[in-house]
């Protein structure tokens, strides 16, 4: 049946990879994302390394079947247009994925979620594989998700389930950035966490810039036995216990896959996390829960992608 | 195909009716459920209802192709089976229903969780036809609930699914009956309203009996404008707010039902819901979700469970 394109925009760059509908890659590559120029720009960028791509397939006598695309932001999967705006891609707001690629190139294609894309990927070639149904959290600058049940993605009635980052841990908690108070990312994002960390070492006298902290620091001081370090990571695992147990008492899923940069911390923050969720948890649920890391890493975007297009065509 | 029977099993009384593959009642009736009795007890009192339905269909010359039976507890489906116990029906615990049942009567029978029958009730007849995604709450001495996702009930990877009563609101809050702390249902139940209330009187030195307060009370003692009833109802509506807003962000529904004794205070108590959820709720799922009043009032119990006989027999 050909091979399949899958494209992962990023706020830094763009990665795109040419795989068999199984999800293995035979090429893989990169651009900068070209964030901050205009949508024209964006999207001549992506044709590029699309052609990239169709012209490595024609060398091996390979046709590509179809093109699958994982972007930030809420995307209208049948429209395959983005539905508003998001913040690190200004110019991207209501890009129309789909129409364009499709006009371009004469191959149907599917956008979809960057994180449901990745929790697509993570369900069927990744730590996820062999379970029917997933909840997946990426840990970063936000906190965003992906929930599979039955094998499916869930994408909502308005194409914005698994908002993960935003159920609520503490009423009329901290603000933020979607406008709300006391959501699960106000608290257990990577900038929320450094902003703790920051305040604790501030009480103690000691005064960081905020640009020199990250949660890497974190770790590793924590790792070296700092306890305002170790006190910063386990409050935001307590966060993520009952955020994540909430999520778990409404859907019960086979397990749940932590992925993103702060996942990377290593397995005993992984275990940490699952401690905290197996506290919360209905003990039905709770019992059998497994929490996982991620296990495809850089390569779960474009896998996703293609992951979304081999199953989306028509046989 | 013959027609169906529906059981409802609750801690005073087991409702049971005779209907047709649509949910039309046909005959419809209800005893003690002998809660407080021994397991082969209760057995036996099902049984003499679902004779005198089998009864009644012969009579008008019509067959029952198969039994649904909703019930308290957590329901393993494919088993039929209660897991673990129940608090309002002591000897209910690990009831094999549908074994019981078919081997009295050699007739195919489902059982499932109660609210997940009424939730099904309510999708397919009730408040919530027409909409694919519908997130269903029963307000009462607990919070329970159904989910109803592309027009099937989410059951969960360990039948456990739609525990909304038990998303957390408050981080390290209240104790909850679950053994948690901070959970909706420590908030928002009728008990804890009555509690609230109470709590609210007496710093003013009116003290009442708790069994002499009840959330009827309140609801009338706001509608007569008395201001701590309606600072009560108001915490509470802000609960449900925060936590039902914290399920849709995770499912994205297109309806949010309320069922249960406390959902009957009137439309003024729901659309303050609704306000609350929306306040919550991140936008792109506020702006056209819909908080409404389940509708089948106390026959849903019956026709869910006749929905998931007719559905679920081989045809």
């Known amino acids: 049946m050909g091979l399949f394109i899958g494209l992962d925009l990023g ?13 293995e890659l035979i090429i893989k590559s990169s651009r900068p994302s070209l964030a901050d120029r205009e949508q024209a720009a964006i999207f001549k960028n992506i044709y590029a390394g699309i052609e990239e791509l169709l012209e490595a397939a024609a060398k ?3 046709t590509v079947t179809a093109i699958g695309f994982g972007s930030p932001g809420s995307i209208h999967f049948e429209k395959g247009q983005l539905i508003g705006s998001t913040p690190n891609i200004p110019a991207w707001t209501d890009a129309p994925i789909k129409k364009n690629i ?15 894309v990745v929790a697509l990927a993570e369900a069927r070639l990744g730590a996820g594989k062999g379970y029917p149904n997933a909840l997946f959290l990426t840990l970063g600058t936000g906190i965003g ?13 308005h194409h914005s389930a698994a908002e993960v980052g935003h159920v609520i841990v503490e009423f009329n908690g901290r603000p933020c950035n979607c406008g709300n108070h006391g959501c699960l990312e106000a608290y257990a994002s990577a900038p929320a966490m450094v902003a703790r960390y920051r305040k604790k070492l501030k009480r103690t006298g000691v005064e960081y810039k905020i640009n020199d902290l990250s949660t890497e620091l974190i770790f590793h001081k924590a790792a070296m036995n ?26 019960d899923p086979d397990i749940v896959i932590i992925g993103g940069g702060v996942s990377e911390a290593g397995p005993e923050f992984i275990t940490a996390i699952e401690t905290e ?33 081999a199953e989306n065509v028509k046989p």
């Open 60 to 62: 091996q006598n390979e």
């Open 145 to 157: 998700g992906g929930i599979i049940l039955n094998h499916q993605l869930l994408r909502g009635a």
């Open 102 to 116: 499709e006009k371009r190139f004469h191959i149907t294609t599917w956008a979809d979620n960057d994180a449901n």
């Open 11 to 23: 706020g830094t760059n763009l990665k795109y990879a040419l795989g068999t509908k199984s999800g």
């Open 277 to 309: 969720v197996k506290k919360y948890a209905i003990k039905a649920i709770a019992r059998d829960l497994k929490v996982i890391n991620a296990s495809l890493g850089n390569d779960a975007g474009v896998v996703g992608a293609i992951f979304l297009a």
């Open 226 to 251: 700092e306890d305002l370090a170790k006190q910063t990571i386990q409050e935001a695992c307590n966060y993520l216990g009952a955020g994540i147990a909430s999520i778990v008492n409404v859907i």
